[in-house]
C-alpha cells in the first residue's frame, strides 16, 4: 500500500472517529493547541470536506488531528455481548488505530529513504569537499614554489646588477 492510500485510509479512519465522537472543527483546533500543537480551523475543514481523502496535507495538519481523535480519547472498553453499536465503535478505533501506526510506518520509511539520499548527498560534498583541499594545498605548494622562485631570481639578478656596476667602474 503507497502512502498516498495509507493517507486516505488514515483520512477516512479519522471522519469516522470524528463523526461518532461528535467533535466539531473548533473543538478540535483547541485540543490540537493544548497539546502543542498548531492547526488552522480551515486546514481542519478542509480534512474533514466532502472528498478530501483525495487530497494530500501535510503530515503535521494530519498528526495534530490525529493526535486530537486518537490519542487524547479514552479507549472504549471491549464491547459488551449483544451491544452492537458499542462493538462497531470499539472496531472502529482499532482499525483507525491500524491506519495511523501504517500511515506513521509509511512516514518513517519515507523519511528514512530521505535521509539515506541525504547521507548520500553529504558523502559525495564530503568526497568533493577533500578533493577542493586537496588541490588548494596544491596550489599553496606551487605558490610557495613559485615565491622561492622568484626569490632566487631577484638575488640572481641583483647579483648580474652588481657585477654590471662594478665592471664599469
Not at 497539546?35 to 486546514?43: A, D, H, I, K
Not at 488531528?65 to 455481548?81: A, C, D, F, N, S
Not at 547521507?119 to 586537496?134: F, G, N, S, W
Amino acid at each position: 500500500m503507497s502512502r498516498s492510500e495509507k493517507q486516505k485510509e488514515y483520512i477516512l479512519q479519522l471522519k469516522n472517529i470524528k463523526e461518532s465522537k461528535g467533535y466539531g472543527y473548533q473543538r478540535i483546533v483547541d485540543e490540537a493547541e493544548s497539546l502543542g500543537f498548531y492547526v488552522s480551523l480551515s486546514s481542519v475543514r478542509r480534512v474533514f470536506a466532502e472528498g478530501s481523502e483525495d487530497l494530500s496535507f501535510r503530515d503535521e495538519t494530519l498528526r495534530a488531528i490525529g493526535r486530537v481523535l486518537l490519542e487524547t480519547t479514552e479507549p472504549t472498553p471491549e464491547p459488551v455481548k449483544g451491544d452492537t453499536a458499542q462493538r462497531w465503535e470499539y472496531y472502529e478505533q482499532i482499525e483507525a488505530l491500524k491506519a495511523a501506526v501504517e500511515y506513521k510506518t509509511a512516514t518513517i520509511d519515507q523519511l528514512n529513504a530521505e535521509l539515506q539520499r541525504q547521507a548520500v548527498q553529504i558523502d559525495r560534498l564530503r568526497t568533493l569537499l577533500e578533493k577542493r583541499e586537496k588541490q588548494f594545498e596544491d596550489r599553496d605548494a606551487d605558490a610557495r614554489s613559485l615565491q622561492e622562485d622568484v626569490r632566487r631570481k631577484d638575488r640572481k639578478i641583483a647579483e648580474l646588477i652588481d657585477r654590471i656596476e662594478e665592471l664599469r667602474k
